[in-house]
């Protein structure tokens, strides 16, 4: 079974924090991803990789980097915390081609203060 | 880009009954179509997808109808029960593509 997870499931910083959230997957997936959930807003994708040290914008990506040092780990990175980015944040993994499904993690719920 | 309006936010039927939830999508160019099940505490996991060179998938229980001309596509679920209770994301984009996702629905079944 695919597995995706991710460091923590709730995490609360302060303003003005720099925040990383990690994520690992197990299979070898060369595609990963980083979506925020919001209530009536669905996921929203931050950014994603399609390989390694590679990374594209998502559709929000203000506020946030990523990093892909290997394969089997995407950290999302928030540069200095705000509260508009309390949230859910779901990390994703995905075959390159062909198959589109993606697999997700459990989540890490992020507050700011 | 790709942008995929979801009806309704929050539905609740009773077990036994059927469940419609509808999605559409306005980049004629897309092909590809899952939904995605989130259960409480747990990530999104893919339920079921349907490709556009078709018109109607089923799995047991639950099937996936898709007109590309109106460009909108319906889940369908029968026989609902009580683990059914979940929220709900279609998505669209075309195949190999990053994924745009419906608001959501939150599905309630009543025991």
């Known amino acids: 079974d695919v597995k995706v997870t991710q460091s923590s499931r709730y995490l609360v910083k302060r303003t003005g924090e720099k925040v990383f959230l990690e994520c690992v997957q197990d299979?070898?997936?060369?595609?990963m991803f980083w979506y925020r959930q919001d209530p009536g807003l669905g996921l929203r994708l931050i950014y994603f990789?399609?390989?390694?040290?590679?990374?594209e914008k998502g559709d929000i990506p203000e506020g946030y980097s990523v990093s892909r040092e290997k394969k089997e780990r995407f950290s999302l990175i928030l540069e200095s915390a705000s509260t508009n980015q309390t949230s859910m944040y779901l990390c994703?993994?995905?075959?390159?081609?062909?198959?589109?499904?993606?697999?997700f993690g459990p989540g890490t719920r992020l507050t700011v203060l | 880009g790709e942008n995929v309006e979801q009806h309704p936010s929050t539905l609740s039927v009773q077990e036994g009954d059927s469940a419609v939830i509808k999605c559409t999508y306005s980049?004629?160019?897309?092909?590809?179509f899952p939904w995605y099940k989130q259960e409480l505490g747990k990530g999104p996991q893919l339920i079921i997808d349907?490709?556009?060179?078709?018109g109607e998938k089923k799995d047991q229980r639950i099937a996936v109808t898709l007109n590309k001309t109106a460009k909108h596509f319906s889940l369908h679920i029968t026989e609902t029960q009580p683990e059914d209770s979940a929220v709900y994301f279609c998505?669209?984009?075309?195949?190999?593509?990053?994924?745009?996702f419906g608001q959501g629905t939150i599905l309630t079944v009543h025991p």
């Open positions: 990789s399609y390989d390694v040290k590679m990374k």
């Open positions: 349907i490709r556009s060179n078709v």
């Open positions: 980049d004629s160019a897309s092909n590809y």
């Open positions: 299979m070898d997936h060369e595609n």
């Open positions: 994703a993994s995905s075959l390159p081609t062909g198959v589109n499904e993606q697999f």
């Open positions: 998505a669209a984009s075309i195949l190999g593509g990053k994924l745009t």
